[in-house]
């Protein structure tokens, strides 16, 4: 075995992020590859009901990087949402589902593609590399697939996201249905956390060539449980703008059950 390889998704992470991490290292493991998979934020509700269901520990938290590590990105590829220093490592390979705004001095591993979740690419890679996906990981990539479509309700999911889902639960052993059902309701209880908590639940930092700001997104039940606390979302988000000097920020909040969202949008690029 050669180095060792940091495997993480994005900062603030969703399920996509950590499910994924996790399953690409195992599957870089059974390839001969000293592969570890990290977390690069606190793990969330959601993200803590899948772990726990598949009895799948949690990855180390990571910090940074140095210059010499070699490093897989999962489900980002955006350095503006990738740990500290990693303009400077060595990054190996890349499997992500979003755009790709991306630029390397040497060639490299990359797979992208337009589905619904990093999970559903990560099963044709089991698929495509012979290696046998056990419970835990088909649990995983389940988690994955229906956190990020909302249960196939999102527009980005795709056919080939659902058929894989049904085929990973009957590896996983569950029912798609009311193991979604109950992993999404897990993660939308936010009555705990603070304003600055909830918005930095799942959100990331984008920087298109004049404009730089921030999307985040919240899962609900019940958005009026969401918009009791407008002010002071708003506030939390007022601060977030002048503290990274962001152009505008936008915070949804979807309604699981019934596939809508209610958005605010602040900054003087907002409309």
Do not use: W
Request: aromatic letters at 8%.
């Amino acid at each position: 075995m050669g180095n060792k390889l940091y495997v993480f998704g994005h900062t603030k992470p969703d399920t996509d992020s950590i499910a994924s991490a996790i399953v690409f290292a195992r599957l870089q493991k059974a390839l001969g590859i000293d592969a570890v998979a990290y977390k690069l934020g606190e793990v969330n509700k959601e993200t803590k009901y899948a772990l726990k269901t598949f009895e799948v520990e949690e990855p180390q938290t990571l910090t940074s990087v140095d210059e010499n590590c070699e490093v897989a990105l999962v489900d980002h590829n955006e350095f503006s949402q990738s740990a500290q220093g990693i303009e400077k490592a060595k990054i190996k390979m890349v499997v992500d589902h979003h755009k790709i705004k991306f630029e390397t001095k040497e060639p490299m591993y990359f797979i992208a593609e337009p589905l619904g979740c990093t999970g559903t690419v990560l099963y044709k890679l089991y698929k495509q590399n012979g290696v046998d996906i056990d419970s835990q990981m088909a649990g995983l990539m389940l988690s994955a697939i229906i956190s990020d479509t909302l249960l196939f309700k999102s527009p980005t999911c795709t056919e080939f996201d659902k058929e894989v889902a049904t085929k990973l639960a009957s590896l996983a052993g569950v029912d798609v249905e009311s193991y979604g059902k109950e992993m999404l309701k897990a993660g939308t209880d936010i009555s705990e956390f603070t304003p600055f908590q909830v918005i930095n639940m799942d959100s990331k930092e984008f920087d298109d060539e004049h404009i730089k700001f921030e999307i985040s997104q919240v899962n609900a039940i019940d958005l009026n449980s969401v918009f009791s606390r407008q002010s002071e979302l708003e506030d939390a988000i007022n601060k977030e703008i002048k503290e990274k000097n962001l152009d505008f920020y936008m915070f949804a909040a979807t309604d699981i059950l019934n596939a809508n969202s209610k958005i605010i949008a602040i900054g003087n690029k907002a409309d």
